[in-house]
């Protein structure tokens, strides 16, 4: 059959064949957006899923910074107190000196159990530092203690930097420089 010769048959082809291409174009934008939201969703469930990660981190961060916070805050007395025993007489601090050394190393045992390393190393630097004066001075190798006072009051600052730095850690991740 020729075009043209029968109207009618020719116009229900015609109609035929346009509702198939528009049912297939409507399936084609069908599926199209079906895949852009599958895909938006998955974007949204990988954003959803790290912030929870970072909630989690600053939720156990937050459970954590008091008692640190405390820890912390009795080490730095405990430094303190013998700081201030080197501004008294010299008799008076010989007398405080093993009770202040043995509060410094009860102190310290709660730092080192609380954490995190950078706070642990500080605490140990002053420990040291006091463990390394104890023995210079009780085999007489200092003869004036209070001319000691900025060993201890230097690292004492270090440690207390530190633990601020620590403490003001809100959780978020590091990024590497440059991004």
Do not use: C
Not at 38 to 55: M, N
Not at 70 to 90: C, I, K, S, T
Request: aromatic content about 8%.
């Amino acid at each position: 059959m020729l075009s043209g010769e029968n109207a009618t048959v020719d116009s229900g082809v015609a109609a035929v064949v346009g509702a198939a291409i528009g049912g297939g174009l409507a399936g084609l934008t069908a599926l199209g957006s079906g895949l852009f939201g599958l895909r938006a969703a998955r974007l949204q469930l990988v954003a959803q899923e790290q912030e929870a990660v970072r909630q989690r981190r600053f939720e156990s961060l937050q459970e954590r910074r008091g008692p640190r916070s405390q820890a912390y805050a009795e080490f730095v007395a405990a430094g303190q107190d013998l700081v201030d025993a080197l501004y008294g007489e010299e008799q008076e601090f010989r007398e405080q000196f093993d009770a202040l050394w043995a509060n410094i190393r009860k102190r310290r045992a709660s730092v080192s159990i609380a954490g995190p390393d950078a706070v642990v190393n500080a605490a140990a630097a002053f420990g040291d530092e006091v463990r390394s004066f104890r023995n210079e001075y009780m085999h007489n190798r200092i003869r004036r203690p209070f001319n000691e006072r900025h060993r201890f009051e230097r690292r004492l600052d270090v440690f207390a930097k530190v633990a601020r730095t620590v403490l003001e850690d809100e959780g978020h991740p590091i990024s590497p420089p440059g991004r």
